[in-house]
């Protein structure tokens, strides 16, 4: 089987483009691996901004209000108006603060994001870096994130945003389990850890998805959803930022640009976790054609499914959190740890059974053909 | 105490850890107003509670004792800026009392409505801010938009929309315009019928809500008494005492209206949903109260005493209490007959409320001292005057 990616297709484009002229080698290969990283970086950027705006206009809604309606059509350059205030905005670095460790946290955070970006396949050939590993990879690059927490936290030197650095070690690190191991119940099915061949392996119709294969995937989809809202930080399980109780938690010392960082991580790790449910659950940019060889076209129309998969779970996360309060700490731990670890658990243990059982084979689908 | 030998000593020296004082507030989210609380914490759970007020003196009583006794009443909304309705009204009652004023039926009537619209608004708030501060933002905007309603009909009555300044000694300000008692009877109708079952479907079964109120801030019924606790959050306890009819002033003995007491609906009785549940079930009976007034309200009639401009009261002291949404109201008046009042004090709900605040707090984490301030709602005004 011929080993595609992007940065491989960009660099044979590219070589064909500049033919036999003086262009070194290398400078192909850097730019073959640049282009598509500036391309998702920018992308991201793009999307977490709408899920700003979406997330005011839908809370807006929910609260019989209008929203933001002044800045460009519809209020949707509003995001823009909120980049340059942020920009604009005087950094403050208040004089008690660990320096250096101040200064980093926000680019952890935000590079600990956008790693896992490098392998969310958007639909088609549009995977940055198809790595034979990539769903430990996103579960690694996303554990990252809380050593930012915690540094912010620590460096603020305000007892507030210490709370709120230790309850983000403490949430992330416990969601992490049933997160990891409710998506292992697909790798048990797909038998790779490659996020392309996972989408490739599930079919274009709902009967086709892994969220459907067995009653224990099932399960497991929702397992996660609800793990990936506290890895986010998401209400009902904001805790790291709980407004009402830690003033603002980790970022409280934060301003201009470097809050804006935290800020769009957050919103970008909406998209990604919700991607990641889409392709690994419900199907991706599957629609039952070769992502690599079937054309532009199709190729589009697969980017499209992708995003139609993935925008709707982005507004049930912003739908949740303008709906429930917020649980407490020891509750939201005690229900980590006594119900969603045992469930996951289980749901792995029965999902490798039901294979052994029923020769691989889903309720509606057989693997083999 | 056990005596600890020195080996054990020792190993709890190396591993105790430092309690660490947290300063909430005074400008923090959810301490409701300018109120700020020493808490000792160690890691989240909380050791000890200090509340420290004093940071909205303003000396009200000091000015009482400086300005005309009709002339104070503007002061009185700002006592608990979100039922200054109730406040004019207990202010007034004291005046009257003392220096003996018959008030028009019609204006006693107006007082009522305009009473129990507040003390609906001012719940609205105090529920919708527990809310708030565990998280749902959604309830809160609800409810604000009822408000909203509330301040449009308060406008058509007086003009304001926050600092009524709607009673005077003697009467009210306005009579009722044209088309009040038709907005007002929708505007209960509305409340009673579809507003409280949506935010009630909308929150107030939400099962996770259930667990952060219930069994949290447990005042036992004599707690709360020792502690001189008052309205909701003594009824919370499931003490049955509600001064508009226990001590009854006005025309509260008028109208027929239950008094909601805490029954322990998920928890132990006198717990943080209890409390906020007995203000839930208060806004259905003041709506109950309103409407029999509309209906019993006379057409024609006057709503206020001719008084002369410069009042002058009788020697004499009085203390008179009165049920504001936030608990017993208490203005006690003392006069040597001049035009001006010798002294006036007054205490609130919200202070005997704070106090308790120390009591119940101790070994509960951070995030259920803020549902523990929410469910008593405090607010921080009312406390320093």
């Known amino acids: 089987m011929i080993q595609h990616n992007l940065p491989d297709m960009i660099y044979k484009f590219l070589l064909g483009i500049s033919g036999l002229s003086a262009i070194p080698d290398f400078l192909l290969v850097t730019a073959s691996y640049l282009i598509p990283s500036a391309a998702v970086l920018g992308f991201v950027m793009f999307v977490s901004g709408m899920l700003t705006y979406a997330e005011r206009k839908v809370s807006a809604d929910i609260q019989n209000r209008i929203g933001p309606n002044r800045v460009g059509p519809f209020g949707l350059l509003q995001m823009l108006a909120d980049g340059v205030k942020l920009i604009l905005k005087e950094d403050i670095i208040p004089d008690a603060v660990d320096r250096k ?269 | ?107 006693e009537y107006l007082r009522v409505i305009g009473a129990e619209l507040t003390r609906m608004a001012s719940h609205f708030v105090g529920a919708g801010a527990l809310l708030l501060d565990l998280g749902a933002v959604t309830p809160f905007v609800h409810a604000l938009r009822e408000r909203e309603t509330y301040n449009t009909l308060i406008e058509m009555l007086c003009g304001a929309r926050l600092t009524h300044n709607y009673v005077r000694v003697g009467g009210v300000s306005h009579d009722l315009p044209s088309g009040f008692r038709e907005e007002a009877l929708k505007f209960v109708d509305h409340i009673e019928h579809e507003f409280i079952k949506e935010f009630n479907d909308l929150i107030s079964f939400n099962s996770i809500l259930i667990n952060r109120l219930k069994d949290v801030g447990v005042i036992s019924r004599e707690q709360a008494i020792e502690y001189t606790l008052t309205g909701p959050n003594l009824r919370g306890s499931g003490v049955k005492y509600d001064t508009r009819r226990d001590d009854t002033y006005s025309i509260y003995d008028r109208f027929d209206f239950d008094i909601p007491a805490g029954r322990g609906k998920f928890g132990t009785v006198g717990d943080c949903y209890d409390r906020y549940w007995v203000r839930i079930e208060e806004i259905t009976q003041s709506c109950r109260i309103i409407r029999q007034a509309l209906n ?72 259920d001292l803020v549902a523990i301030i929410g469910s008593l709602d405090i607010v921080a005004p009312e406390i320093d005057r």
């Open chain 1, 101 to 369: 460790l101040f200064k980093l946290a926000p680019y952890i955070v935000f590079s600990g994001t956008m790693l896992a970006v490098t392998v969310v396949p958007f639909g088609g050939p549009f995977i940055v870096a198809d790595l034979n590993i990539g769903l430990v990879f996103i579960i690694v690059v996303s554990s990252l994130i809380v050593v930012g927490f915690l540094m912010s936290g620590w460096a603020s030197n305000n007892k507030w945003a210490l709370l709120g650095g230790i309850r983000s070690a403490a949430q992330i690190i416990s969601y992490e389990i049933p997160a990891a191991l409710s998506l292992f119940t697909v790798v048990l099915i797909a038998g790779t850890f490659s996020m392309q061949k996972i989408v490739m392996s599930q079919g274009p119709y709902p009967w086709d998805w892994f969220i459907f294969h067995n009653p224990f995937t099932f399960v497991a989809f929702f397992i996660f959803f609800i793990s990936s809202l506290a890895e986010i930080n998401r209400l009902p399980f904001d805790f790291p930022e709980a407004e009402s109780e830690l003033v603002s938690g980790y970022n409280v010392e934060y301003s201009g640009m470097r809050f804006a960082l935290f800020f769009l991580a957050e919103f970008a790790n909406i998209f990604i976790s919700a991607s990641i449910a889409a392709a690994v659950f419900l199907g991706g940019g599957n629609i039952g054609l070769d992502p690599y060889e079937s054309g532009i076209g199709f190729q589009l129309v697969m980017v499209l499914i992708f995003f139609a998969k993935v925008v709707p779970l982005c507004l049930v996360t912003i739908w949740i959190r303008w709906t429930l309060p917020r649980l407490r700490i020891d509750q939201m731990l005690s229900m980590c740890w006594k119900y969603f670890i045992p469930m996951s658990f289980a749901c792995l243990a029965m999902t490798a059974i039901w294979m052994l059982v029923f020769n691989g084979n889903g309720i509606f689908w057989r693997m083999n053909g």
């Open chain 2, 1 to 107: 105490m056990k005596a600890y030998g020195k080996r054990e000593a020792a190993i709890t020296d190396k591993f105790s850890t430092q309690e660490m004082v947290l300063s909430m507030g005074p400008h923090h989210p959810s301490t409701h107003g300018v109120l700020r609380l020493i808490l000792q914490t160690d890691g989240e759970m909380i050791v000890n509670v200090t509340p420290d007020v004093g940071f909205l003196h303003r000396g009200l009583e000091k000015i009482a004792e400086m300005v005309p006794y009709q002339s104070f009443m503007p002061f009185t909304d700002r006592i608990d800026y979100l039922s200054s309705l109730n406040c004019n009204l207990g202010y007034a009652i004291t005046v009257e009392r003392l220096a003996g004023i018959e008030v028009p039926e019609k204006a």
């Open chain 2, 296 to 367: 019993q309200m006379p057409e024609n009639g006057e709503v206020r005493t001719k008084l002369p401009k410069v009042l002058k009261v009788q020697e004499g002291e009085i203390y008179v209490r009165t049920e504001s949404p936030r608990g017993q109201l208490g203005f006690y008046l003392m006069s040597n007959g001049g035009t001006r009042p010798d002294r006036l004090k007054i205490k609130t709900g919200s202070f005997s409320a704070m106090t308790i605040i120390e009591l119940i707090s101790q070994g509960v984490m951070v995030a």
